[in-house]
Structures are given as C-alpha cells and as structure tokens.
C-alpha cells in the first residue's frame, strides 16, 4: 500500500479513523460522500482549472500510477509546466497539482486551494502540512525544490465581465512555513508507515467519547457499541463544555437519564435532559403567546435557496457569494384565511437578484411580518443583494426590517420536546408538530442537495432531466414555507388551548 497525501491528512486528523478507512473496506459505504461533499469536491476542481489558466503552457499528466510518475520524468525531461504531476518514493505517493522549471535545474511547487485563506497552524487539513507532505515526497524522489507555493482565491475580488484569473487567484510563497513543518511532517510519515501496515486492529482506542457529536466521525459507533445513538453527546453544546462531557463519561453515564438532578448544565440543557428523563414537554404558553401577537398580519412565510460557488459566475460576485436562485413564500392575510403559495425558480444562467427582489417587492407590502426560520440566512442574503445592487437596497431594508424568526421559540425554551433531541432545525421541529408532514418523500431533502441540483439543472441540455429537477426544487422549496406555515398554526393552536 501506498500513502498518499489524503490518506496521510486523515492519519494526522485520526489515526484510528485512517487505519479504519484502508482496513476495513466494509466502511467505505459508511464513508460515502454526501451530494454537498461532492459539489464542494466540485468547486475545488473548478478553482484548480481557474488556476491553471496561470500556466497557459502547463501539461496534464493524464496516467495514474507508476504510468503517471513516468509521464511525469518524460515531461520534466522536457523542462514543461506540469498539471498533477506524481511523485513516489519510500511508501508514499503525491500528485502535485503544478510544478514549474524554476533556474539551475530547480522547480516550484503550487498546491491550488478552493479557500479565501490560508489554513494553517489547525489540525484540520492544514494547507502548510499538505503542501510539506508534498515537497518531502518530491524531494525524496529526487526533485529540487526553489519555491513552495499555495494559490488561493482572493475573497475581495468582485467578478466584472470576464473572469480576470489574476485578481481572482492569489499566491501564497510558503517555503518558511515548509521549513518549519518539515522535522515534524517527516516524522509522523514515518510513523504513519508503521501504523498503516499493521494488519491486526490497532487497540489504540478512539477517544472522541469525550468529544460532541459534530466531532465524531462515521466510525464512532463501531468503536463505542456501548454509546446509545442518542446519548450525552448530543446534549446541546456540549461539545463546547469539555469538562462537563468528561466528567459524565468518566461516571460511565451515556444516557441522558443517567444524569444527576444537581448535574451542572445550562437552562437548555437542562430542559433537554428534563424531556428526556421525563418524556413530559415544556410549553411556555404565555410566552409562546406573545411571540406570535407581536407577528403583524399578514404574515410571509419566507425561505430562500441559494448557490454559493468558488468560482463568480456573474457580475458583481466575489467567490462564494451566494446566487439567491429560488424562493418559496406563503402568505395568510387573517387567522382564518387559508395560505396563498407564490414561488420563484431561476432557470438560467444569469443573476437572478433583479427578479426575486421585483418580486418580493410585489407580493411582500409595507404591512406585515416576513416569517423565516433562521434569521440570520435570510437577511444576510438580502443584505448582499442590496450591496450588490444598491438600487435596490431600499426594498431589501425594509424586508428585513419586517423579518421575525419563527425559531426562536424553540431556541428561547418557550417549547421543548423530548423528540426534537436538542435540536430546534426544522427538520427536527416539523414531525414532533405536524407529523403528517414530511420530508421524507422527496427527492431533494436539504438546502445543500437543492444547491447542488440547481448547478445541474441550469447547465444541462436534457430538457426531461431539467424539468424533473426544476419539479423537485419546487417541491423541496414549498414545503420548507408550508411547514413554517404549519407549525406556526400549530403553535397557535397550543398557546391558545386552555
Ligand atoms: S470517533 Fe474520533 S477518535 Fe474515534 S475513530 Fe472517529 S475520529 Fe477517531
């Protein structure tokens, strides 16, 4: 086995997780990327083909393998530019994505990145380490290195007609930080061939019991059979209250349950674990009352879908601005009126921010409040509309000055139940409120996926495919609306009860 630059990053991150991933093929499934992994994936690809418009007389090494490290000896052979050229030596493997012929038979190093900034000096897919992995294998392979070089995108460029590669790109010469890096990198590469090779499980342990959930990755439960799949780690925030999750570890309690009554915990832990233990929900229903008297008729039920890629694709974008392509908005003009469903899905490729703010403007009055769930999201949206196109700022201020975030119940503990599990997403809200509803049958269930679906469906040719992914957007984007809808009437209905 070789190690390549990926499987050395996840050994540094995990050790344990790395051994897992190359022994234990039966994970791989387990390790299948989701649709927004991918389309991230994507963009990295899309800013390694923008960067490479850097090096007009660079050459791809197309072969895999043995068969690219040789391609790559013919083409340096030839003093050429070099696209993904490959390197091997003493158990590792790398593709470089750019080498270039530098004076006196040297050569520089690029690592192209998909990020506005440098990573460095975290644990997480350090760009420093990455590019010094790199650089020892080429260096052990016989390659002279001048300078180590990472190319970034520039976060304050603003896309103005064609793409200009040269504001978009930034270079970042990096052979300090290489030099630095280098005693450690080498080292862990030597103990990471030893630890790779052993064929028997390493009983090393996996530790992340005493990490939160987000922190675990998809192998955790076959480390720990004896963690509940809802279990202490899921407490809200704990993982940002270390001591707290230790303590209850090192007492053997995984389940909420378990946990003493004069357990040291926030008021919304506290709650969860109350639910939890109980099964009894907490409903504030004087305060539930008042946030929704303090909602002014009528109500817009509000939701955005955006994409955010690497690369602008309009005028007046930076990378990773997001395109606001789709909304959904439902509108009830009285208590006993029934909602009104207006959508908007842009098919083209083109900035969409001139219609969905004509429209918006058009169907959201003076009068009334705009429901979201997630303030933040959508008035950052409208708020770079209206610094992308300051003519309409006006109406854009004034919607989010309507904005009210039909969340916030659920974040204030008005209403905890002990199936949203900590959660106050919607996804985790909806079933516990209105368990007829679901988003269970459609094809698009997450604002990540309908990200990715829509970048599909403006660039593909086939008609059927466009129209059958346009169906699932608007699937996807009226029920986000309708299931705010319907679980503002269901709290309604409970505040109200006697
Ligand atoms: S759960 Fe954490 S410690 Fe365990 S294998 Fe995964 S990443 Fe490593």
Redesign the pocket.
Known sequence: MLITKTIFLDYL??R??CW?KVHRPEFIEAFALSELELQLLEQGDDVERAARMLFPAGVLVVKTGADAVRETQELMAKGATIFQAAFSSGGFFVRCDVISPAPEGAWDLFEIKGNNALKEGIDDRDHITDLTFQAIVAERAGVTLRNRTVILLNKTYVRSGALDVDRLLQQMECSPGVATKHPDTTRAMDEALVYLKQTDEPQDG???HY?GRS???S??PY?HPDVPAYSVHDIVRIGASKKKLADLIDRGIFNLEGIPEEFNLSRAQKNQVYVAKTGQSIIDKVRIREALASYQWPLHFLDYETFAPAIPMFDGYGPYQPIPFQFSLHILTGPDAEPAHFEFLHDELSDPTGDVVRLLDEHIGADGSVIVWYAPFERGVNTEMAARCPNLATVLTRINGQIRDLRDIFVDQHYVHEGFKGSTSIKAVLPVLVPDLSYEHLDIKNGGIASARWSEMITTTDGAERSAISGALKDYCELDTFAMYAIWKELNAIALSQ
């Open positions: 991150i995990c344990k997780n897992l996996c530790d992340c990490k922190r675990q990755c192998t955790f480390s």
